[in-house]
């Protein structure tokens, strides 16, 4: 399984972006996605998640602002950022978790894109 992410960039205080990650195989209709941001000198936190069955879960400090959701017909999952801080710059990154024998959870990292929110 691979993740690519993309949709990073460089942004005022209020703005708007909106980062996608395409997921290569046939996992990823069963798989729950997930964005997670490290900012430096911090620990790596989940932002959000949708399961398979859609239900969506948020970190409380992007709640009302940012919005997850997938697309199984082209393997992606988005995350809609909105009214964007500067505590939210970060590098983000896309987070399979993919259900294997025996129920196992098998995690699935995309190589991370920065998010830069200037004051």
């Known amino acids: 399984v691979q993740l690519q992410a993309s949709g990073g960039g460089l942004v005022q205080t209020g703005g708007s972006l909106r980062l996608s990650c395409v997921a290569s195989?046939?996992?990823?209709?069963?798989?729950?996605m997930g964005w997670y941001r490290q900012a430096p000198g911090k620990q790596r936190e989940l932002v959000a998640s949708?399961?398979?069955?859609?239900?969506?879960n948020y970190v409380d400090s992007v709640k009302g602002r940012f919005t997850i959701s997938r697309d199984n017909a082209k393997n992606t999952v988005y995350l809609q950022m909105n009214s964007l801080k500067p505590e939210d710059t970060a590098v983000y990154y896309c987070?399979?978790?993919?259900?294997?024998?025996?129920?196992?959870?098998?995690?699935?990292w995309g190589k991370g894109t920065q998010v830069t929110v200037s004051s």
């Open positions: 195989g046939s996992i990823f209709s069963r798989s729950t």
């Open positions: 949708i399961t398979s069955g859609s239900s969506t």
């Open positions: 987070n399979a978790k993919v259900p294997s024998f025996l129920s196992i959870v098998v995690d699935y």
